[in-house]
Each structure stands twice: as C-alpha cells, then as structure tokens.
C-alpha cells in the first residue's frame, strides 16, 4: 500500500461502513460539439452516513427542476442492496 497516503481515519471505520448501501444511477443531456444534446450517465454511491441526505435530495429533486423551469423526469432509479 502507498504510504504516502494518509488512511488512519478509514481503518478506523467498521468494514460495513466502508461498503456502499447501493447506487444512484442519473443521466443529465449537455450540449455537445454538434449542440446536439448528448445524455451523460453518472453513478453515485450511497454510504450509510449519507443516505438520509440523497433521500431527500432526490425528493426535492421535482420541486427544483419546476423552480429552474426545466423538464423533470423521474427517472432516477435508485438500487440497494448491491
């Protein structure tokens, strides 16, 4: 292992807080070259001391896309468990 990193605090962690409760999977279109919209995936993992948080984030989520004037989609799939 690289020495040259710190890891004192994450070996302090139990071993299941280390693995992630599951994955937010979301696809967001930006502007590409062609100014043709190009979806672009993305993948979140969830811990258990963030979960709370990204729940309620991706409830919010419709009430901040109305308040932006942008099309909302609840597509966003959340997958425990993994």
Not at 17 to 22: A, D
Not at 27 to 43: A, F, M, Q, R, V
């Given at each position: 292992?690289?020495?040259?990193?710190?890891?004192?605090?994450?070996k302090?962690?139990?071993?299941?807080?280390?693995?992630?409760?599951?994955?937010?999977?979301?696809?967001?279109?930006?502007?590409?070259?062609?100014?043709?919209?190009?979806?672009?995936?993305?993948?979140?993992?969830?811990?258990?001391d963030?979960?709370?948080?990204?729940?309620?984030?991706?409830?919010?989520?419709?009430?901040i896309f109305?308040?932006?004037?942008?099309?909302?989609?609840?597509?966003?799939?959340m997958?425990?468990?993994?």
């Amino acid at each position: 292992m690289d020495d040259s990193i710190d890891t004192t605090c994450v070996k302090k962690l139990e071993f299941l807080k280390r693995v992630p409760l599951g994955i937010y999977h979301f696809s967001i279109l930006e502007l590409s070259e062609g100014y043709e919209p190009k979806p672009t995936n993305y993948d979140v993992l969830l811990y258990d001391d963030t979960e709370e948080a990204y729940d309620n984030f991706i409830q919010d989520l419709k009430i901040i896309f109305q308040s932006l004037k942008m099309l909302y989609s609840p597509s966003t799939q959340m997958q425990k468990g993994l």
